[in-house]
């Protein structure tokens, strides 16, 4: 009887035990059975978003790298040509035009895969209020944080964006004033004239002189004699002028003849004749030089004296005779006898006799 009782004991257990796995087996297939087309909706959901985000952002990316390869053949197309070398730096257009590619490549990178990401988690009905409100925060915190960062980002994006100045152009950006051998987002450099380098931030401008933009004015002051003739002095100038304007490589550096606008100023012994002629952009201090190099040639082939040397002999007054009292000393306080000097310089004279005995 004691035998017979044990297993019975055992046994129930053991059946009950297996009657709740199979319970609980039956009710997580049902919950499947129930739920498995909620998630394979959600999945498929998910990776549909994933999929569209993924070509739309390298649909757009190869489109913008497209766009900038354009860009940059026309460029190259003139580059070396008169035209070219006048209208398109052919660098500058590269490093601008790669510049905006990046920004815009950025950008859309950002919003795409950023809207992305909110769908994704609005799929999985997760609230995204407590997030965004976080998210608006900390924007702000590191905005504070990182003002002066932002401040160069932008400016940088907004100087390229309106093209204020490229490579190869002569700026002057108030802190420093160079030539330009690369546009960043957040600094420029310059080539200053001594040979420096020159990092500037972008949010530091607050004015930008660009001598490489439009055209420039090379002007020149030429000084002769007050009793030189004006007209002749003139009409040598203007030769000199169109003869620069006619010889290479100055012909495309001229934009317009040489003018003479007049006496700029007029002194005692010379008169200032004011020379202006509008040039090439950048190219205003070489024609000043070769300017002045030519005038002063013409002026001496034609015996036009400037100030600074006596007037050849023969020619307008005689030389005046040399003042006799050039060579006089100025007189001596010790040609007085009576004068202190004198008298502290005269010599001892020696005791009367009656006081040596």
Known sequence: MLRSAAPSADATPRATALDETQEAAESAASW??????????????????????????????????????????????????????????????????????????SVASFMILGTAALMILSALEINLAPLLASAGVAGVAIGFGARNLVTDFLS???????????????????????????????????????????????????????????????????????????????????????????????????????????????YLDSMVIRVSAKTMPGKALSVERELRWRIKRALDAEGIRIVGGPPPVGEGAAPAAPDPTAGVSAPSALASPTSPQSLAASPIPPPPPNLQK
């Open 156 to 266: 940088g994006v907004f100087m390229i964006l309106e093209d204020q100045y490229g490579v190869g152009d002569s700026i002057d950006a108030g802190v420093a004033s160079g030539e330009v051998i690369e546009v960043g987002l957040r600094v420029t450099k310059l080539r200053g004239d001594d040979g420096e380098i020159w990092y500037v931030r972008n949010g530091e401008v607050k004015r930008i002189g660009n001598l490489s933009q439009g055209w420039s004015t090379a002007g020149v002051d030429v000084q002769v004699r007050y009793d030189e003739d004006l007209e002749k002095a003139k009409k040598v100038i203007l030769r000199a002028g169109e003869e620069m304007g006619t010889s290479q490589p100055w012909d495309e550096a001229l934009w317009e003849p040489v003018a003479v606008l007049g006496l700029d100023a007029v």
């Open 32 to 105: 499947l059975g129930e739920n498995w087309s909620d998630w394979l909706g959600l999945g498929l959901r998910i990776l549909l978003i994933v999929i569209i985000a993924f070509v739309l952002r390298s649909v757009i990316r190869r489109s913008i790298t497209r766009l900038i390869s354009r860009m940059n053949r026309t460029a190259q197309a003139v580059d070396g040509t008169a035209l070219g070398g006048l209208l398109v730096n052919a660098e500058r257009r590269r490093q601008r035009s790669e510049a905006i590619g990046s920004v815009l490549r």
